[in-house]
């Protein structure tokens, strides 16, 4: 007998399947971490900042929607021009070392077709950001996985072998290590023939950054997005930095897919975020204290907890079932995050929310 929901999928799967490209019936989309719409709900699963971003941002957006929205009748400079300056001034590098994207996780999609489609498989370490293979399955982009260590420690030795590109973020995803700037730049001494990407989205909360390499490496690419330590996840704005010649393939690749990835009001908000240095600094600041705080308290809860460089934590309790542990979370109201895959099954991830927060999850993991 077929019940009525197994009746409802198959239906659905035959009628939509039908009309799907061959490219559609073979992905594996990644599955973003849940944005329930509840009230009192303690968010700690998608690593969004808990404050929120400079008030300059939202004053630049009103200014740019003006009283009438009459601006948005124009289409946006489609190179961003406006934020490349502002970052550029930042990081004190060129407006033309950098590629502007909506969200970096745009960034990245054109970096897989732009940048790192060989021959070769490319590599990345086997505990990572879910999205890489994602994006490898998307455009057909062989890979291979490299194991981190105990610890979820990532050793550069493992990547000094012929291979089509690299990629890993520092801080590393969802582990939340690091690895120093030297590290990093004895790969590219070794690495000449294909391209490195160090995505950074975390970088701000206790990394070293890439980018002042740049210069020296014409191979190196380095993301940043302003979701995590400037609080515009919903702004959808990331960038890439490195030589003239790699950015000129993403642009390509821009070009050919969306010539407008940024709208009027993320160009505004955006440039006002990097304006606001001393605000930025007192939030990011704000959010590494709360992790000390956090992690002493769960080591206290007998909490094995991985040394963080990132706005979130990787724990695992050495006698409490990570999955039963996030459910049990859940039904108070606290969303972490719980990877079902291997190696990893036993942690969370924890964002570091604000004191109060946190204090909430420190309780209620109490209880
Ligand atoms: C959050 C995150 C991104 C994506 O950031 P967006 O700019 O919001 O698309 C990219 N890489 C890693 C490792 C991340 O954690």
Redesign the pocket.
């Known amino acids: 007998m077929i019940t009525a929901s197994a009746k409802l999928c198959a239906t659905n799967f035959l009628t939509m399947s039908r009309y799907w490209s061959d490219v559609a019936k073979g992905l594996t989309p990644y599955v973003p971490g849940e944005q329930p719409k509840l009230a009192n709900l303690v968010k700690l699963n998608t ?1 969004e900042n808990p404050y929120p971003p400079s008030p300059l941002v939202s004053q630049a957006i009103q200014a740019e929607l003006g009283e009438t929205g009459n601006n948005l009748r124009r289409y946006p400079d489609p190179n961003s021009e406006a934020v490349k300056a502002a970052i550029a001034r930042y990081h004190q590098i060129e407006a033309n070392q950098i590629f502007i994207g909506n ?4 960034v ?1 999609a054109h970096v897989f077709l732009g940048l790192l489609k060989h021959r070769l498989p490319i590599l990345f370490p086997d505990i990572t ?1 879910s ?1 890489y293979p994602v994006y490898c399955g998307l455009y057909q982009v062989p890979f291979r996985t490299v194991p981190l260590h105990d610890g979820f420690v990532l050793r550069i030795d493992d990547y000094l072998v012929p291979n089509g590109g690299i990629i890993f ?1 520092n801080p590393n ?1 969802p582990t939340g290590r690091a690895i120093a700037l030297a590290q990093i730049e004895r790969l590219l001494q070794v690495n000449t023939d294909s391209v490195v990407v160090i ?1 950074e ?2 970088v701000d909360f206790g990394g070293e950054t890439a980018i002042p390499l740049i210069t020296k490496y014409p191979n190196l690419l380095v ?1 940043q ?4 330590a400037r609080s515009l ?1 919903g702004l ?3 960038f890439a930095a490195g030589h003239v010649d790699l950015i000129e393939a993403l642009t390509r690749v821009k070009d050919s897919f969306n010539s407008y990835p940024l709208d009027r009001l993320a160009i505004a908000g955006a440039v006002a975020a990097y304006e606001d240095v001393a605000y930025f600094e007192q939030t990011r600041q704000a959010v590494m204290a709360t992790r000390e705080r956090l992690t002493a308290r769960l080591a206290s809860l007998g909490f094995e907890v991985i040394p963080s460089s990132a706005n979130f934590v990787f724990v695992r309790h050495p006698n409490r079932d990570a999955r039963q542990l996030m459910l049990a979370l859940r039904r108070q109201n606290i969303l972490v995050r719980h990877f079902d895959l291997p190696r990893i099954e036993q942690y969370l991830r924890i964002t570091i929310g604000t004191d109060a927060e946190c204090d909430a999850l420190v309780k209620a993991l109490g209880n």
């Open positions: 690593n969200g970096s996780d745009e990245l950001y999205f973020p995803a995505d989205a975390y993301i997005t302003l979701s995590k996840a959808r704005v990331g």
